[in-house]
């Protein structure tokens, strides 16, 4: 059966199956939807003052240049253990913003090639890690937590694992 067929058809499949098991369950599919939607903008609520927080402070370290000092400042090190310092701004940026870590990723692209190393390792980097403060803002914000206790630490040296362990991997297999 060819890829095509299968991917046109399987979201109305699926949509077709709960609405079938609703029908001989008897359950009023159109309420309990509604009535998830509405949970699901009481989310969108709870969660938004720690999407503003988070995207302001993401805005405001691009507008104060305080992004390209941390690069600049890391560059040396990490080009001194084998991290090319073109990698650095997205290794900077991933943990935060997923949208400003694709942006540096293109830039990074562009200036260095896709098949350069410095490419290889930003496009492994990319999908190896997590926009680690996105979602503990998203996720605890949902849920009223506030003190992350060690969420916040084991993230971040995940974060570090996968940028270490993406430069590693890029290296050994190419």
């Known amino acids: 059966m060819p890829v095509e067929i299968i991917a046109r058809w399987a979201v109305p499949l699926f949509v077709g199956c709960i609405l079938l098991t609703g029908l001989i369950r008897r359950v009023p599919v ?3 939807f509604t009535a998830g939607a509405a949970e699901g903008l009481k989310s969108c609520v709870r969660v938004l003052p720690s999407l503003a927080a988070l995207m302001t402070a993401v805005a405001m370290l691009q507008a104060s240049g305080l992004m390209e000092v941390l690069a600049d ?3 040396a090190p990490a080009n001194a253990i084998g991290f090319p310092p073109e990698v650095v ?3 900077l940026m991933r943990p935060i913003s997923g949208s400003g870590s694709l942006a540096v990723l293109e830039d990074t ?3 260095c090639g896709t098949d350069s190393t410095a490419g290889l390792i930003a496009s492994v980097l990319q999908s190896s890690t997590e926009t680690t403060f996105y979602t503990l803002a998203v996720y605890y914000g949902a849920v009223g937590i506030k003190k992350t ?3 916040l630490a084991a993230a971040a040296a995940g974060d570090l694992t996968g940028i270490v362990v993406s430069a590693l ?3 050994l297999l190419l």
Do not use: C, M
Request: aromatic share 6%.
């Open 169 to 171: 991997a890029v290296r």
């Open 30 to 32: 159109f309420d309990e």
């Open 109 to 111: 692209l562009a200036r």
């Open 89 to 91: 701004p997205l290794a």
């Open 73 to 75: 400042v890391i560059a």
């Open 149 to 151: 206790r060690h969420t």
